[in-house]
């Protein structure tokens, strides 16, 4: 919309930029914390796979029968699945660092998945590495787990691919607000 009338002589226009600048820390704020809600987003869909799995073993647990899930024959977990179960609860510190822009939480939220989401992650790397370098090196054989005909170490190895990378960026945005936030905290007293 132009202004009616006529102009100072000696302005084109644009001498507001100055003002209208917003703070980068602000603009590094907004962006990553739309990135961190998608890569938690991301957390609770693999989370609900994850329950998938562990399933059968919980209802065994609580000694419930079902037959349908009994006859897909799912392997028994390892304890690293359900520590990594654990690793979700940090979306809750997350999403109130999110809201109150919480240095305090957002840390809390980094050590939490470092903890409970990249470490477990990396155990089972090492865990299925035997079989799925067999099934890369060796034809097919009978010493590697089949899971429906699909070697199970490679089926894990694609949950914790995706698993990195989400836990991975995660950190990379959380440890960005962190330093946003930090730094407006500084810009503030300086004022």
């Known amino acids: 919309?132009?202004?009616?009338?006529?102009?100072?002589?000696?302005?084109?226009?644009?001498?507001?930029?100055?003002?209208?600048k917003?703070?980068?820390?602000?603009?590094?704020?907004?962006?990553?914390?739309?990135?961190?809600?998608y890569c938690i987003l991301f957390h609770y869909l693999l989370f609900f796979l994850m329950v998938a799995k562990?399933?059968?073993?919980?209802?065994?647990?609580?000694?419930i029968f079902v037959l349908e899930i009994e006859e897909l024959e799912i392997p028994k977990p390892l304890l690293w699945e359900y520590l990594w179960c654990l690793s979700l609860?940090?979306?809750?510190?997350?999403?109130?660092?999110?809201?109150?822009?919480?240095?305090?939480?957002?840390?809390?939220?980094i050590k939490w998945?470092?903890?409970?989401?990249?470490?477990?992650v990396v155990y089972a790397f090492?865990?299925?590495?035997?079989?799925?370098?067999?099934?890369?090196?060796e034809s097919p054989n009978e010493s590697i787990q089949l899971w429906l005909n699909f070697p199970?170490?490679?089926l894990w190895y694609i949950f914790i691919a995706l698993a990195i990378q989400i836990h991975g960026f995660s950190?990379?945005?959380?440890?960005?607000?962190?330093?946003?936030?930090t730094a407006r905290g500084t810009a503030q007293k300086k004022k």
């Open 54 to 63: 562990l399933c059968p073993d919980v209802l065994d647990k609580l000694d």
């Open 171 to 181: 950190i990379h945005f959380a440890l960005n607000l962190k330093t946003a936030w």
């Open 22 to 37: 917003v703070a980068d820390h602000y603009k590094i704020s907004v962006q990553n914390k739309s990135r961190l809600k």
């Open 89 to 109: 609860p940090a979306s809750i510190y997350a999403l109130r660092a999110i809201k109150h822009n919480s240095v305090q939480n957002i840390s809390l939220y």
């Open 126 to 137: 090492f865990t299925y590495l035997p079989d799925v370098y067999t099934f890369i090196t």
């Open 113 to 120: 998945i470092i903890a409970l989401g990249i470490l477990p």
């Open 1 to 20: 919309m132009s202004s009616k009338g006529p102009t100072v002589a000696g302005s084109d226009g644009s001498d507001f930029s100055h003002r209208q």
């Open 152 to 154: 199970y170490g490679i």
